[in-house]
C-alpha cells in the first residue's frame, strides 16, 4: 500500500519510497524526500511568490524526462496555483510552491524546481539578475570560477553585488538582487556584460549560444533574464545519475576552485553546509540589499 503522511495537516500519498532514482549513488525515492524535508527552510523563500516549472524525472536521470509548467494532473486543491501571462496560452496557471506540504508533494513526483526571476504578483518585473556560467569542454566549472570572479568585479563597479550557486550540472550561477525592473532591461544589462565579458576575455568568454564557438570556453547565458525563461532554484536536486544539488558557494570557494570536484555537493552534504554557512543566498530576499540596475 502507498503510505499516507500527514505533513502540516495535508494527507500525502508518499509513493515507491524504496525507488532508486539516482542510480549511481542507489538513492531511493525516499531519501530524495528526506532531503527536501531536511532544506525546506533555506529552500522554500526561494520559491515563495514564484510560479514553478518542473523537470520531472519519474524512472530517474536514465528515464523519460519532461518539462511542465501547468499543474501536474491530479494537483491537490489546497495546492496554490497562480494565473501566469503567456503569450501562446490565455488563461494558464502554475503551481507555486510556498508550504512544507505543498513542497513534500511536489517532491514525490521527483522534479527539479525552475523559477523565473520575477514573483506572481508582478509578472515580467524582475527582482533579481542570473547569469549562467555554461563550460564547453574542454572547459570546466574551473574556468566557470575564473569568469565568475571578473562579472562579479564588473557588477560591483556599476553598484551591484553577485552571489553565486552551483548549477548543480557543470557550471556555475550567479544572481544579484535587484529593485523591481521589467525583465526586458535585465536581459539588455545582462547581454551587454556577456558582450563584455568576451570582449575582455576572448580565450575565455563567449556571449553566443552558437555551439561551434563554445569548446574550450565559457558561455554566458544572459538568455534566463527573459521573463520566459527559468533557472534551477537553489537547492534543487538536478536529474543526474547521483543526487548533485544546485548549491550556494562562497566566494572563497569560487576564488580557490582548482578541481570540479571541489564543486560538487550531493544531498548529504548539505545539511552540515547549511548548519555551517546557512543560506548563503539570503541577500537576495532582502529588499534592503536590492541594488539599482543602472
Not at 529552500?43 to 518539462?67: A, E, M, T
Not at 564588473?154 to 553585488?161: I, K, N, Q, T
Not at 575565455?204 to 533557472?231: C, E, I
Request: proline share 10%; net charge negative.
Amino acid at each position: 500500500m502507498t503510505p499516507i503522511t500527514e505533513v502540516e495537516g495535508r494527507r500525502l500519498a508518499l509513493s515507491n519510497l524504496e525507488k532508486v532514482i539516482h542510480p549511481a549513488t542507489g538513492t531511493t525515492k525516499g531519501e530524495i524526500l528526506h532531503y527536501y524535508a531536511t532544506a525546506a527552510a533555506h529552500l522554500l523563500p526561494h520559491l515563495k511568490g514564484r510560479p514553478l516549472s518542473f523537470l520531472r524525472y519519474p524512472d530517474g536521470p536514465d528515464g523519460q524526462l519532461f518539462f511542465t509548467k501547468n499543474p501536474p494532473p491530479g494537483t491537490p486543491s489546497w495546492v496554490r496555483t497562480v494565473p501566469v501571462p503567456r503569450t501562446e496560452e490565455k488563461d494558464t496557471r502554475q503551481v507555486v510552491v510556498e508550504d512544507l506540504a505543498s513542497l513534500m508533494w511536489a517532491a514525490n513526483l521527483v522534479v527539479e524546481f525552475h523559477t523565473p526571476q520575477w514573483r506572481a504578483d508582478a509578472p515580467a518585473e524582475a527582482d533579481r539578475l542570473v547569469l549562467d556560467l555554461d563550460p564547453g569542454a574542454p572547459a570546466t566549472v574551473v574556468e566557470c570560477c575564473h569568469v565568475a570572479v571578473w562579472l562579479r568585479e564588473r557588477l560591483a563597479a556599476d553598484g551591484l553585488e553577485a552571489y553565486a550557486k552551483t548549477s548543480g550540472s557543470k557550471g556555475l550561477h550567479l544572481y544579484v538582487p535587484l529593485e523591481q525592473v521589467s525583465s526586458e532591461r535585465v536581459q539588455a544589462y545582462a547581454r551587454q556584460l556577456a558582450v563584455e565579458a568576451e570582449a575582455d576575455l576572448p580565450a575565455l568568454v563567449v556571449h553566443r549560444m552558437t555551439k561551434s564557438l563554445r569548446p574550450g570556453k565559457v558561455f554566458v547565458d544572459h538568455s534566463q533574464n527573459n521573463a520566459a525563461k527559468t533557472t534551477a532554484a537553489p537547492y534543487t536536486l538536478r536529474a543526474r545519475r547521483e543526487p548533485v544539488v544546485s548549491t550556494p558557494v562562497t566566494w572563497e570557494e569560487v576564488e580557490s576552485c582548482g578541481s570540479p570536484a571541489q564543486l560538487v555537493f550531493r544531498i548529504g552534504d548539505l545539511p552540515p553546509r547549511l548548519q555551517r554557512y546557512g543560506d548563503l543566498l539570503a541577500p537576495l530576499l532582502d529588499p534592503e540589499q536590492a541594488g539599482t540596475l543602472p
